[in-house]
């Protein structure tokens, strides 16, 4: 990548930051990735052999810690890289150092490529048992002594819905405040009674699709949220053996429940969120809602927490590819056996509801012809046909992905709302970072892209790391 002959390079810097050397004679620029604005990249064409580069990050000369790297006899240090082909078999010699003018430090080399068959490949960590029960040990004790309480933000709001609301009024409001989900209150029994969420939505949305349906557009006007949940538990065949409707449990937790006890309720439920719920009365009378708990709050805990003490956790410095983890394609990484659902921006509306609830997922990457990641389409997004009451005159099944996106998003540019809702990140990130970006609120799923061409390679998300985590 470069040769000797420092000085043009020093001349041609100017202090430019995030650029990479290139021959030692030009700058080449590098740019953050797209939804990575911690990641910066840049692409260069190189021979098989021995290289020497080295970065200038805001006029200051750096090398990489992490790689192989020379020294030479005047101090200066400089990265090492040796690409290989399938033909190609790297010798290291005295001759190269001497050639360039540095000390080739062949331990470090030895220690992070391993030259075989002619091709140079990263000898990748691989989980320790003895560090996954430590740093599991210690996340368990953290959750199961702290509690719901540290989730409460210093100031905010809860909504809630009363069952009696209309369904559309109800949908109108999900999309005004922003928000996927509301608990639902019933004011006959005087109690929090359920949820309302986009799947609700999306379930309302097959059902006036479907021909043989009794539910209609204009039936939404007074059709209430307790109908809709009555005549979904029918749908369901959630009935007792009289043919009454069955009312599912709210499932909820309190102030003085500890973490661990609403991080596992919230992945056994396979839920998204659950109401925090306070009563003085021993009955449980006059219900007080006070936040709505999710895995983003109790992983920022965790991470606050853990900070400044990451040593205890010997996992949180591995690549998330070398751990069980998420969803990925195959070949890539380690799966959890699901099939990584992708659609592309042509495909059908109807299509990315239906695989939603089948795959029982939350979001899907949409790709082009490459499989690179385009946009991706989640859930919550059918709150967005509320706008203009446009689920009044739209078929599903003749809406394209790409029409649905763009209902509420005109006023971002593409770069804009690739970087707003696709959150990424690369296969060689290490737990700590994903875990520090999916504590992030709103982030509830980081997409795992190759680096350059934004190739989908797998998906992770906020479940994905308290399965890991919780064993």
């Known amino acids: 990548m470069f040769v000797p002959g420092m000085d043009s390079a020093r001349e041609a810097g100017g202090g430019v930051a995030g650029t990479v050397l290139m021959r030692w004679t030009r700058l080449v620029p590098m740019s953050p990735m797209e939804g990575c604005p911690t990641v910066f990249q840049a692409i260069c064409s190189i021979t098989p052999g021995y290289h020497q580069y080295k970065f200038l990050v805001d006029g200051e000369w750096k090398h990489d810690e992490h790689q192989p ?12 890289l040796f690409p290989g082909e ?4 790297p010798v290291v010699g005295p001759e190269m150092a001497l050639g360039s003018g540095m000390e080739l430090d062949n331990e470090t080399f030895r220690r992070v490529v391993h030259v075989s068959d002619g091709t140079a490949s990263d000898v990748v960590p691989r989980i ?8 599991r040990h210690h996340i368990s004790v953290f959750l199961s002594t702290h509690t719901a309480y ?7 709001k809860v909504l809630a819905l009363d069952v009696d609301l209309p369904v559309k009024q109800a949908f109108h409001i999900l999309y005004e405040q922003g928000i996927p989900m509301a608990p639902l209150w019933d004011f006959s029994k005087g109690q929090f009674v359920g949820m309302l969420s986009a799947l609700d939505f999306i379930l309302i949305l097959r059902e006036i699709g479907n021909h043989g349906s009794n539910l209609t557009e204009e039936e939404l006007d007074t059709h209430t949220i ?6 979904k538990a029918y749908l369901n065949r959630q009935i007792d053996g009289h043919g009454r409707a069955l009312s599912r449990r709210l499932i909820h937790a309190g102030p003085y429940d500890n973490l661990k006890v609403v991080a596992l ?4 439920n396979e839920v998204a969120t659950i109401p925090i719920i306070h009563s003085s009365s021993e009955d449980g009378s006059f219900p007080q809602l006070l936040h709505l708990a999710s895995l983003s709050g109790i992983l920022k805990c965790i991470c606050r927490y853990f900070r400044h003490c990451s040593g205890t956790l010997p996992i949180l410095q591995l690549p998330i590819c070398t751990i069980p983890v998420g969803t990925w394609v195959p070949k890539i990484g380690e799966s959890n056996r699901r099939p990584l659902a992708m659609l592309r921006p042509s495909a059908s509306l109807s299509s990315a509801l239906n695989l939603l609830i089948q795959a029982q997922v939350s979001s899907i990457p949409i790709v082009d012809d490459n499989d690179s990641l385009l946009d991706i389409y989640c859930r919550s997004d059918i709150t967005a046909l509320a706008k203009d009451r446009v689920y009044t005159h739209i078929n599903i099944n003749e809406m394209t992905i790409h029409q649905a996106l763009q209902l509420g998003q005109d006023s971002y540019s593409l770069y804009e709302r690739l970087n707003q809702r696709c959150q990424m990140c690369l296969r060689s990130d290490t737990l700590h970072k994903v875990m520090e970006r999916l504590a992030n609120p709103g982030v509830r799923r980081l997409i795992i892209v190759e680096a350059g061409s934004k190739r989908v390679e797998g998906i992770v998300t906020l479940s994905d790391i308290f399965k890991f985590l919780l064993g």
């Not at 540290?150 to 905010?156: M, R, Y």
């Not at 307790?226 to 005549?231: F, N, V």
């Open 226 to 231: 307790s109908a809709w949940k009555e005549g």
């Open 128 to 135: 320790s048992e003895a560090d996954l029960q430590v740093s």
């Open 86 to 89: 399938a033909n190609y078999n």
């Open 265 to 268: 309720r919230i992945l056994q």
């Open 69 to 80: 790297c020379s020294t030479s006899e005047y101090g200066l240090v400089n990265t090492v």
């Open 150 to 156: 540290e989730l409460f933000p210093k100031s905010g």
